[in-house]
């Protein structure tokens, strides 16, 4: 981990420029791939899945036998019943009542949240079963009361998916489960086939073959939660914070694969020294210390002024994960602007986030978190707006749209209020 | 408008189908487009604007006096003052208190909503100056609390902005707008140039170009409102509508131009006839009536068993702007599923959520009901998770998280939960 002291802050977007990702020179292929599933449907699928995930598959759904058996110690089970809970509490707490606003008489105006119907939820193989993304997207979804929810994810070379991933799955009481992974997958819930549903949103996350067909998917008219990036965490510290914790913080950011970003920034040159020490000794107990040295290879350590210049490097940066220990955390969350999810003091780590604090853990990656939120139950849902105007109501409003729709030279517009209008006089 | 009588419900996804826009044929030209702007800048622009507005221009940014020499009409000035209240009560109540969930003890979560700080709203030039979508766009940022919000319009062949347009502009508080329209217009606001600044997220409608740029932008980092289509008008009515309304309404969504869609269902053949006749008689009255008359060829009237399968077929069709006049609009309400802003009764009509009920007029069209809600305060704000978490929440929490992460053989994740939990258990 490189430092860096007292950076112009003229150099401050450089610092804060992500690796790019060239995910265009894949246009062409990827397209070409999800058209070949849009055409051959379940056939092609299979060819794909057997060419990719070295497995040949007669069914790609898995069967409710198979979903019925996947167990998990009891031991992950209770960690599993811990984590729904707190994720079901915090995005249940997320639902807005529908309130009318009279916004002047007799013209009553309201939201209302309804359920996306039918949502894809993938969830990546590789080196690790994230089930727990299975929880972050599917507990909101079902919340939501999303009628179709449709999760993909690769089998294994022996054509089998991870029990935590099918138990997590069960226990949602989510049935349409696919042995499908990577741009594939993303092809089959965009135009459908004869197994897989054809879905209106695509949720999680993936490389960048499952990124660019996403992206592929939404010019096809199909929603995607958020673009994608390798995760990142950025810490801000300073004197208050335990060296130890910070340095557990950022390797447990490391880890996730050579493309990790994780920046710590502080007003203190003495705490990005103790930092440093601790990364060396922490990181040789670490089964996946390859990829963690690799990721910290890419990172920087800042030494800034102030915890407030910090805190506005970060809003530069607009990190997906950030952690405050500072002695002036308060201060610094007024004066937060970009972040996907904030974690305040020595405590509040950041795989608590990843799993079970109740948080969600999709988050906008590569700087989106200026203009993204994360997941949550809104996600799930679209806010309709209603309207209901009363004679009177259109007494009081309707001269003004008469004056407006004019301006706009658009008399029809005009027309539909004039003509009601004039039957009111009459009465 | 062509009627069709009872069709088989496995028709009914035929008859949804929107006229096929084929921007992707675009793609080449608009890239190129947006290539020449991120190298060449004002230089470009200036260039452009000549080549497709017809008008050399010195200066992109309309000057502080033009903008303060703008002057509207009484009439319209009041006007614009009823619809500004609307839109402000009902964008005002939108915004949520930040409520914290304690999801188990010593473990607190909440949202906080941040303000997308730099903003950039398109207003489309062509036949009507739509000064309403400056208000719809502008009174949200403004209510989120959007540090930057920049303007974009096209000029007409005299240099000109029309003043409906500067006065709206300058009475929200917007001061950087510039005479910048089409493809180009997007461009600046995705990579900046010399006077237009870069922004986060990119927001109004406007042409094929406009859009395809949109989604081009989207791909270089930049967020975007929604996917863009013609505006679309879908009623439901039964004999307790009045035909005349009805006509009227019809005609409103259909001046919009010649790929506008109406749709017309209803559980009465003579409801049906007699909104033909009406549309008859009202169309000759239109300065539009050519465009109104090429919209409604392309048009449908449907006529369906019951109310209730007509609320079916409209969730299928998943319009922009729904229109309910029934008997049993409550009813309906409850079997809603897909619709972008929905008018309840004869006095609601269309164009009062167009200007001034205070419901956004930005709304997703081609079916993009489905999964995108219109443009609200939430459009311009982050949803920003925090948590917080006690060293007794953490050794509530700990163990769930350290059985997790070990299973998804994330041993970091586990060990930044171990070694706080070890320190905690030898205090």
Redesign the interface.
């Known amino acids: 981990m490189k430092t860096i002291s007292n950076p112009n802050p003229a150099l401050w977007e450089t610092l804060c420029a992500r690796p790019s990702m060239d995910t265009?020179s894949l246009r062409g292929s990827v397209q070409e791939l999800m058209q070949r599933v849009e055409r051959g449907g379940d056939a092609i699928l299979k060819e794909l899945t057997s060419t990719f995930d070295k497995v040949s598959l007669d069914h790609l759904q898995v069967r409710k036998a198979e979903l019925e058996a996947a167990r998990?110690s009891s031991?992950?089970s209770?960690?599993?019943e811990?984590?729904r809970?707190?994720i079901e509490?915090?995005h249940q707490?997320?639902r807005?009542p529908a309130?009318v606003?009279e916004?002047?008489s007799g013209?009553k105006?309201w939201?209302r949240g309804?359920a996306?119907?039918r949502v894809g939820l993938y969830i990546p193989g590789g080196?690790?079963?994230?089930?727990?993304t299975v929880l972050m997207l599917g507990i909101p979804a079902k919340l939501a009361g999303c009628k179709e929810i449709v999760l993909c994810t690769p089998p294994n070379d022996q054509g089998e998916i991870h029990p935590?991933i099918l138990y997590c799955a069960r226990i949602l009481g989510i049935t349409k489960v696919f042995k499908l992974g990577g741009a594939q997958a993303i092809a089959a819930l965009t135009y459908g086939t004869e197994s897989v549903p054809r879905v209106?949103?695509i949720f999680g996350p993936g490389n960048q073959y499952v990124t660019m067909a996403k992206?592929l998917a939404?010019?096809s008219?199909?929603?995607i939660d958020m673009?994608a990036g390798p995760s990142e965490l950025l810490v801000i510290a300073d004197r208050t914070c335990?060296p130890?914790?910070v340095a557990?913080?950022l390797?447990?950011q490391?880890?996730?694969g050579k493309d990790s970003q994780v920046v710590l920034l502080s007003d203190s040159r003495l705490v990005i020294e103790a930092v440093q020490r601790e990364l060396e000794l922490?990181i040789d107990?670490?089964?996946?210390a390859d990829l963690?040295r690799q990721a910290l290879k890419n990172s920087i350590a800042v030494e800034l002024g102030s915890v407030e210049d910090c805190m506005r490097f970060s809003n530069t940066y607009s990190p997906e994960h950030l952690i405050l220990v500072t002695g002036k955390n308060d201060l610094l969350?007024e004066q937060?602007?970009?972040?996907?999810?904030?974690?305040?003091?020595?405590?509040?780590?950041?795989?608590?986030?990843?799993?079970?604090?109740?948080?969600?853990h999709t988050l906008p990656t590569?700087?989106?978190?200026?203009?993204?939120?994360?997941v949550?139950l809104?996600s799930f849902?679209?806010?309709?707006?209603?309207?209901?105007?009363?004679?009177i109501?259109?007494q009081n409003?309707g001269?003004?749209?008469e004056?407006?729709?004019e301006?706009?030279?658009?008399?029809?517009?005009?027309?539909?209020?004039s003509?009601?209008l004039s039957?009111l006089e009459n009465i």
């Open positions: 265009e998990v031991e992950l209770a960690a599993i811990v984590a809970t707190n509490r915090f707490a997320q807005q309130e606003v916004t002047m013209v105006c939201r309804v996306i119907q080196s690790a079963p994230l089930f727990s935590a209106d949103k992206m939404q010019q008219g199909v929603a673009p335990v130890r914790y557990a913080d390797l447990s490391s880890e996730h922490q107990k670490l089964p996946r963690a969350q937060l602007i970009n972040a996907g999810s904030v974690f305040l003091g020595n405590f509040s780590c950041e795989s608590a986030g990843d799993y079970a604090s109740g948080t969600n590569s700087g989106f978190a200026s203009a993204y939120s994360g949550s809104d849902l679209k806010q309709i707006t209603f309207q209901e105007i009363s004679p109501g259109l409003i001269p003004s749209i004056c407006m729709a301006t706009e030279q658009l008399y029809a517009h005009k027309n539909a209020v003509i009601r039957d």
